[in-house]
């Protein structure tokens, strides 16, 4: 069956950089689209960033354009987010999920906590 | 971007009663391909988003037939048929129609 683990948060201060990866198992990784999302404390969900099955097209939300970069590994199965210039703000755990048909989130990881503080 | 506002945002329902979630949406959803894709998520507590719903109306696979979707223009409606004690959460809608694609701010649905 599908499955989507996250790796990489951690503490660290603001204005450093962390990388998240996620690695997929149990489906044709190089076939779907894959979405981060993101939920701070207490607070509800925020999309942050897509890239297409072959990484040839990729979106971002408001808050992090210009300091995140989604990437991909197809031949390893794997989905990253570079974030850079990190902020308080950007505290939250981080999701990935699968794009699938009729352009639905239909699988998500468990997630990877950031905190960002100094 | 595409504002969600869902109401209420939290909903104190007895077990074996039906709950209705709302999705407003401020702008249209019609994608240029003429569908609408219009989602809703359940957030168990400690639990990650689970799709439940997907343009508008379509279950996905292996969400109980007590959970339906409806809607069309600008607002849409989750309606639980018959509350359960394991449909305590978080509910979210969220539109792929548009990038940024966007979320409602969640309802929390609760046991009296």
């Known amino acids: 069956q599908v499955q989507l683990v996250e790796s990489g948060g951690g503490v660290v201060q603001p204005g450093r950089s962390l990388r998240l990866s996620c690695a997929a198992s149990?489906?044709?990784?190089?076939?779907?689209?894959m979405h981060w999302v993101r939920q701070a404390p207490g607070k509800g969900l925020e999309w942050v960033a897509v890239i297409w099955y072959d990484g040839s097209n990729k979106y971002y939300g408001d808050s992090v354009k210009g300091r995140f970069t989604i990437s991909r590994d197809n031949s390893k199965n794997t989905l990253f987010l570079q974030m850079n210039s990190l902020r308080v703000e950007d505290t939250a755990v981080y999701y990935c999920?699968?794009?699938?048909?009729?352009?639905?989130?239909?699988?998500w990881g468990p997630g990877t906590r950031v905190t960002v503080s100094s | 971007d595409i504002v969600l506002t869902q109401t209420p945002l939290s909903s104190p329902v007895t077990l074996g009663q039906p709950a209705s979630i709302s999705c407003r949406s401020g702008?249209?959803?019609?994608?240029?391909?003429?569908?609408?894709?219009l989602s809703w998520l359940q957030q168990r507590p400690g639990q990650p988003p689970r799709l439940l719903i997907y343009k508008v109306s379509n279950r996905f696979s292996g969400v109980p037939d007590r959970f339906s979707g409806s809607g069309a223009g600008t607002d849409f409606t989750l309606k639980i048929s018959r509350v359960e004690a394991e449909d305590v959460g978080v509910y979210y809608c969220m539109q792929t129609t548009q990038f940024p694609h966007t979320f409602g701010q969640g309802t929390k649905l609760e046991i009296k």
């Open positions: 702008q249209s959803l019609v994608h240029t391909d003429g569908n609408i894709y």
């Open positions: 999920a699968r794009w699938g048909n009729d352009k639905r989130l239909d699988s």
């Open positions: 149990g489906f044709t990784f190089s076939s779907h689209g």
